[in-house]
């Protein structure tokens, strides 16, 4: 759709410093959006810069941070913003007895709380504005649990209840709030992760050291993956739906796995289910 069909011009997207942020940001300018950029690292401004975006840090797990980048923004946009990525977020892997109770609060604190604290500071923009949307990037481990993505899941479960809760009561305000549930994409997540993992999980003193093993070979090698590995075009496409549609959906899951496992949850008793993931 030609988004000068469309109200929404101005839009701020977290995590754009790779993967589905990137391209986001890109694709969207493409279209014709005023993008707002925003990065956790500070060092990830200037490439985005050096490309002629309006960017700025904004580190979810910094309150101060996303005070000063949602200002910044404001006081470039003339205080408007038709749309917001809901899209920085990071995967804690390890064993759940194996996490400590930092290590949970620092998953929750990028991946809910930031989330929380940006969406309400940016809903009272949108109010006074008649309107907007909001899309959060969640995952199928948003609806579904796999063993050793226990914080990443517990968050993602999170910001699924807190999002459906949020629609509900934003309903008639002109806000739409809508999710978007991919599975596995090409992006530097397994990276991230990999990183998160080492500064947090004792892997040789675990009893899960076996199954660690293979999990540190998974997440260093980015070339490896699922053979329902898609680019991060497939979620761009369900985010231009999302933010140009007249009658977006409430959420828009992509991969296979995700489509499949949305149908098996609805479909099979819940021990059965668990037969499928604990192999998976």
């Known amino acids: 759709m030609d988004p000068s069909s469309t109200i929404a011009k101005n839009i701020l997207l977290t995590g754009c410093s790779s993967g589905i942020g990137r391209l986001a940001a890109v694709t969207l300018r493409e279209r014709g959006w005023r993008v707002f950029a925003t990065v956790r690292r500070e060092r990830d401004v200037a490439p985005l810069r050096e490309i002629g975006f309006e960017a ?7 309150s101060d941070s996303i005070r000063e980048a949602l200002d910044w923004v404001l006081d470039r946009s003339g205080g408007r913003l038709d749309a917001l990525f809901n899209n920085g977020a990071y995967g804690q892997p390890g064993a759940l007895e194996d996490l400590s109770r930092e290590a949970l609060r620092e998953q929750f604190e990028v991946n809910l709380f930031g989330t929380h604290e940006l969406t309400r500071r940016v809903i009272p923009v949108m109010r006074a504005a008649g309107g907007g949307r909001i899309i959060q990037n969640s995952s199928v481990l948003g609806f579904v649990a796999l063993k050793y993505r226990g914080a990443y899941i517990a968050s993602k479960f999170a910001l699924e209840g807190w999002t459906d809760t949020l629609r509900l009561e934003l309903a008639g305000s002109g806000i739409r709030v809508i999710l978007i549930e991919p599975g596995p994409i090409a992006t530097r997540f397994r990276a991230n992760g ?42 761009v496409r369900r985010l231009i739906h999302a933010l140009e549609s007249p009658r977006p959906r409430l959420r828009y899951r992509v991969t296979t796995p995700t489509r499949m496992f949305a149908i098996l949850k609805r479909l099979l008793p819940a021990a059965w289910l668990d037969a499928i993931l604990v192999r998976v």
């Open 56 to 62: 700025c840090r904004l580190d979810l797990a910094d």
């Open 194 to 235: 990999l990183a998160a993992f080492q500064r947090h999980i004792d892997a040789q003193g675990s009893i899960h050291r076996e199954a660690y093993r293979q999990e540190v070979a998974r997440l260093g090698n980015e070339t490896s993956g699922t053979p329902f590995t898609l680019p991060p075009e497939a979620v």
